[in-house]
């Protein structure tokens, strides 16, 4: 497994799939786009589903794509009751294995409470991409080249 | 086991990133699903960016749903891996919206991933795994700029070159070839302005790109005797038919549906679909055995002898051809 941010150098490696998806009725996917390139940037392939993703669309998404992780932008303040439903959405399709993360306008309180819920990371606004990174490559389990 | 493909969403997931993948687990499956293939229509839909492909994939495969909800749609949304970081931004999705709920529909992105040879390969055996599986319609989407859409077109049985009014001109058109491969042209967004000269300059673009009729060719061309004869009748010759639609409000869409069925009656009418796949499948066939060739050349020979070649063409005292034709020679017989 391999934590740096860098591009992998084995060019056979398979690049990570990662769905970039924005839950709710928020109108505002900057930070999603920004995020989606910057994995582009890191070897990554992103699958990006755009605004006013309902749960079940997400999972789907994520089941069909076959992705390793599941990136989650929300800024309308509905984190708690969205997050944990695209998890349990997920959970019914049998994803438990996919890592959720979360990123947007979330208060530190609410950290607790999601992370019960499954959701792996949560990112706020000044998060370093790198961070980002660093985080789906440790918690993106190696299956199958 | 087919069947359980069809249930099992992620199964069949799965088994599309080995594919993708390359993984040797794959093999076996796909080696003998192959075998109960043939019976989808496969559709390739290519175009300029913004022309609206997504939109229109998702609305034709809204209406084949509808129309026959037995059967299930399948799309592979084929975009360009970066060249620079290998990775993509794959967001075909984001325009299928309206199949959302659906389970009679299956979507997949797929990256170029850039690899030589490698997205024909992948896609065709996607392709394939989802026909024997029993998908009635694929459709695979690609943007049309290069190789990309000339190697979809091997695959695909049917088509469609999308177009956007003011978008693609007359010369734009005949410059990129796109046409060439086209067996149903449409002009989306037609509540455009210019929808209408759009139309007519690709219906002369079409005109001209025509071949000759086939009793000139024969004055021409004398080695036509070796090609197997055109059928007589009506359908042996197609003409793609240039059909207007506004994808994101499902006018025209209709239309579209039926010029898709008759090209496929046609192919089976005229046997320009048998001669078509005789085609694609002697292209794959040399297309694998190929890359089997490089792949056994490159095991063969030592890395230090052919780090030496790649160095001597660097330092031009090696044509690269000296140097494959070395490469070729120390590989043989081992």
């Known amino acids: ?145 | 086991m087919v069947a359980d493909l069809m249930s099992d969403r992620r199964a069949l997931a799965r088994l599309i990133t080995q594919i993708e993948n390359g993984a040797p687990e794959a093999r076996q499956l796909v080696t003998r699903l192959y075998r109960r293939g043939g019976r989808a229509h496969i559709v390739g839909v290519t175009g300029a960016p913004g022309c609206g492909k997504s939109t229109l994939v998702a609305a034709l495969a809204r209406q084949l749903r509808v129309h026959a909800p037995d059967a299930h749609v399948a799309i592979i949304a084929v975009d360009p891996s970066s060249a620079f970081s290998g990775g993509a931004i794959l967001g075909d999705r984001l325009r299928m919206r309206s199949l959302a709920g659906d389970a009679g529909v299956f979507i997949r992105s797929m990256a170029s991933r850039g690899a030589l040879g490698g997205v024909a390969a992948a896609t065709a055996d996607v392709v394939e795994v989802l026909d024997a599986v029993g998908f009635g319609t694929i459709f695979i989407e690609t943007v049309g700029a290069g190789q990309l859409e000339v190697d979809v077109a091997r695959i695909a049985q049917t088509v469609v070159v999308v177009e956007a009014p003011g978008a693609g001109d007359e010369v734009q058109a005949i410059k990129a070839g796109i046409l060439e491969i086209a067996d149903v042209v449409v002009v989306n967004k037609a509540d455009r302005e210019g929808a209408t000269q759009t139309v007519a300059a690709l219906q002369s673009a079409l005109d001209i790109g025509r071949p000759m009729p086939a009793a000139g060719l024969h004055a021409i061309d004398p080695s036509h005797h070796l090609q197997a004869p055109e059928q007589p009748g009506p359908s042996a010759e197609w003409r793609p038919p240039i059909l207007k639609t506004v994808a994101s409000h499902e006018e025209g869409i209709a239309a579209v549906i039926a010029a898709l069925e008759e090209h496929r009656q046609h192919l089976q009418l005229s046997g320009a679909g048998a001669r078509r796949r005789a085609r694609a499948v002697e292209q794959d066939v040399r297309a694998r055995l190929g890359d089997l060739l490089l792949r056994r050349a490159l095991r063969a020979v030592p890395q230090t002898h052919y780090n030496a070649l790649i160095a001597g063409v660097i330092e031009r005292t090696l044509h690269p051809l000296e140097a494959a034709e070395q490469l070729f020679i120390a590989s043989w017989g081992q």
């Open chain 1, 1 to 145: 497994m391999t934590t740096s941010t860098e591009a992998p150098l084995d060019p056979s490696a398979r690049p990570l799939r990662i769905l970039i998806a924005k839950p709710g009725l928020d109108g505002h996917d900057r930070g999603a786009k920004i995020i989606a390139r910057a994995l582009r940037d890191a070897g990554m392939e992103v699958i990006y589903t755009g605004l006013r993703q309902t749960p079940e669309m997400i999972a789907e998404a994520a089941l069909q794509e076959d992705v390793d992780a599941v990136g989650l932008s929300i800024l309308s303040g509905a984190h708690k009751t969205l997050l944990p439903r695209v998890v349990e959405a997920m959970r019914e399709r049998g994803l438990s294995d996919v890592p959720v993360f979360a990123g947007g306008i979330i208060p530190d309180e609410d950290i607790p409470d999601l992370k019960a819920a499954g959701i792996a990371g949560v990112f706020g606004p000044g998060a370093p991409i790198a961070e980002i990174i660093a985080f789906i490559r440790t918690h993106t389990p190696i299956r199958e080249r």
